[in-house]
């Protein structure tokens, strides 16, 4: 609320006064706003108020001077319970002056010298009276206030619980207490209050008495200070139009009220909503604005909101404005960076609609929020999977270069081996120890292609259309020779066709149906190919009647190098490995299902396409 309409407050002996029944939150704002002026100026502050009073005055003062500790001030600032203070000046129910001298009158001279300065003074043992009916004791200690007002220099706000849409508010005491005072604050917020007074009087009197009420000297009979405007039509409406006063009051509240409900639910909305011209000049914004970015809201109306956009977004936002004036009525969605207070950017997510064709707004709307640490939390993923990408390139990279390099040294290794045994004459366990070697450098070979073909799998290979079936009949053509010596059967029903790369798909098959012959049990192997719809995928299943999986390393066995068996069943632990990789390269999962002793089923995901 500003106290702009009013004389500088800090004018000698000012004794202002507020009835704030009918809006309290507006007693706050302007005592707060009056306290911390004064601070501003090194006043010293003295605040005789209720519990509550006391609380959410200091709330207000800490937001208005983010910065102040109200303990560690230089200037001294003094917080007295009105109901104590009240106590200590009256003796038998009676004010008497000495006592109010002594308790208050000293105290105020004490802060004015020790700070050099008048106090700023805020008061409300008066309205406690008026609470309590004593209404004539109320002006008495007004004469007490005014006398050490007169002697000091000191200025003093008086709050009273006065309702000024209730018909007491036009009685004579209200009258007295008015004379009591210098300057009147608005009880409310001055234009909705007024538009509210106005708007009742039309409806209830009709628009006929308009320029009656236009024509009334605000300030009655002239003993008492100029009142706001909607305080000055209530004041006199007893005797402007008395017939219809009790009506205009009630229906005047009603508009109040509803106005306020209304502001409290925008003001306090989570998102900031601001109103703006269609070519982005602010014309409205809402108190939430300065939790969003900092900025105050009312120095911002009038400024173009592309000025504090970010230049790499600018046109993001001229996108949205363009998309925003094409379709009235409806949301678009932006999200954008905004220069704060403090000159940082805060992302801010927008949902804007163009009202300008709606005659009470007029405008484009746009409600927002800061999604900054969405947005830097998304970077920072973004920007690790990025360079867990590049890392995970290079070691391919390395591994299929050294995979490839030690390849030649074996083969040396086991020509040079055999050629030994050969031209030597060697014994038995010579002979023996040779085999080792020869067998080893066979199973590190079969290791270095098996890691040569896992690391060549390219992720973004071209993808095709093809049959899984007729991969699945490769993979056994390929696998004939132990098919055969195993005397495994392999049964294919009908797969589907789906985008892939044949070689990739071939391979899949290939590892799987192997492993299900290599790990048998002492039954001849069963191997079926099957494919199970699951919504818009296909489940394909490769099941078998072997050893099985222990449950605990259905996971593990994917991972690379990972084997649950020794030498006695040769193998690399790549296989499954490169199976993973390929079915999630095409957007697929994999797993095993697998009762002990009962075989297993290796499933994996693939989207069909229709044919
Ligand atoms: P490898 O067969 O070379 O060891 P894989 O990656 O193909 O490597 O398989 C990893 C492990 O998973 C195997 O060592 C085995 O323990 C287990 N496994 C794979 N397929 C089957 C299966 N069909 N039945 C039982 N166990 C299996």
Redesign the pocket.
């Known amino acids: 609320m500003s106290l702009s309409h009013h004389p500088p407050l800090s004018e000698p002996r000012g004794h202002l006064l507020q009835f704030y029944k009918a809006d309290e939150p507006a007693l706050t704002a302007s005592v707060g706003q009056y306290l911390a002026e004064a601070f501003k100026r090194r006043e010293p502050l003295l605040v005789i108020a209720t519990r509550r009073h006391r609380r959410s005055f200091k709330r207000r003062l800490k937001t208005l001077s983010p910065s102040t500790e109200l303990n560690a001030l230089e200037v001294p600032v003094v917080f007295l319970d009105a109901q104590e203070t009240l106590d200590r000046i009256m003796i038998e129910g009676r004010l008497e002056w000495e006592r109010f001298e002594d308790v208050v009158g000293c105290l105020i001279r004490q802060l004015s010298s020790s700070a050099g300065a008048p106090v700023c003074a805020y008061g409300e043992m008066v309205g406690l009276l008026w609470n309590s009916g004593q209404k004539a004791a109320a002006i008495r200690l007004e004469a007490f206030w005014n006398r050490i007002l007169e002697q000091t220099g000191c200025t003093l706000f008086c709050g009273y619980p006065i309702d000024i849409f209730d018909p007491e508010f036009q009685s004579a005491e209200v009258h007295d207490i008015l004379c009591a005072h210098t300057h009147v604050i608005s009880g409310g917020e001055p234009r909705e209050l007024e538009a509210a007074v106005h708007r009742a009087f039309e409806e209830v009197a009709g628009p006929g008495a308009r320029p009656q009420i236009a024509a009334l000297p605000s300030n009655g009979n002239g003993s008492h200070p100029r009142l706001p405007a909607a305080e000055a039509s209530l004041f006199l409406l007893r005797k402007t139009l008395p017939e219809h006063a009790g009506q205009i009051l009630s229906q005047a509240r009603q508009h109040y009220q509803t106005e306020r409900r209304f502001r409290a639910l925008v003001e306090n909305s989570f998102d900031a909503i601001s109103l703006m011209d269609r070519h982005g000049n602010l014309l409205y914004a809402t108190r939430s604005v300065s939790k969003v970015l900092g900025y105050d809201p009312a120095p911002l109306v009038g400024s173009n909101v592309f000025k504090l956009i970010h230049p790499d977004d600018l046109r993001r936002l001229s996108k949205t404005f363009r998309q925003t004036l094409a379709t009235p009525g409806l949301p678009v969605h932006a999200e954008l960076r905004v220069k704060n207070r403090s000159g940082q950017w805060t992302w801010i997510e927008s949902t804007t609609a163009n009202l300008l064709d709606q005659p009470d707004i007029g405008a484009i709307v746009s409600n927002f929020r800061d999604i900054t640490a969405r947005k830097t939390a998304e970077q920072k993923r973004r920007r690790q999977a990025e360079k867990l990408a590049r890392f995970n390139a290079e070691l391919e990279e390395f591994t299929y270069a050294v995979a490839h390099d030690l390849k030649e040294p074996l083969r040396s290794v086991s020509v040079f081996t055999e050629l030994l045994m050969q031209r030597t004459q060697p014994d038995a366990e010579a002979r023996e120890l040779a085999e080792f070697i020869v067998d080893g450098v066979h199973r590190m070979s079969a290791l270095l292609d ?1 890691l040569l073909s896992f690391t060549s799998l390219k992720a973004h290979v071209k993808l095709r259309r093809l049959d899984l079936g007729r991969a699945a009949q490769q993979a056994i053509r390929n696998l004939d020779t132990i098919i055969r010596e195993s005397s495994a059967v392999v049964e294919v029903g009908p797969l589907p066709q789906v985008e892939g790369h044949s070689n990739h798909l071939m391979q899949i098959f290939q ?2 149906i192997a ?2 012959i ?2 048998r049990s002492n039954q001849p192997p069963q191997i079926q190919i099957v494919a199970e719809p699951a919504g818009r995928e296909c489940v394909i299943k490769v099941k ?1 009647n ?4 222990p449950g605990e ?1 259905r996971d593990h ?2 991972g690379l190098f ?4 020794g030498r006695e ?1 040769p ?7 490169i199976c993973k990789k390929i079915v999630e390269g095409m957007g697929g999962r994999i797993w095993v299902e ?1 009762d002990a002793g009962q075989g ?1 089923a ?1 499933c994996f995901t693939v989207t069909p396409i229709k044919s």
């Not at 072997?546 to 999986?549: H, K, L, R, Y």
């Not at 193998?571 to 490995?577: D, P, Q, V, Y």
Request: no cysteine; glycine share 16%.
């Open positions: 098996d590892n799987l492993n299900a290599k790990y078998d072997g050893i099985g999986v390393f066995i994917f990972k084997r649950l068996h069943i193998g690399t632990g790549i296989g499954l490995a697998s297993s290796f």
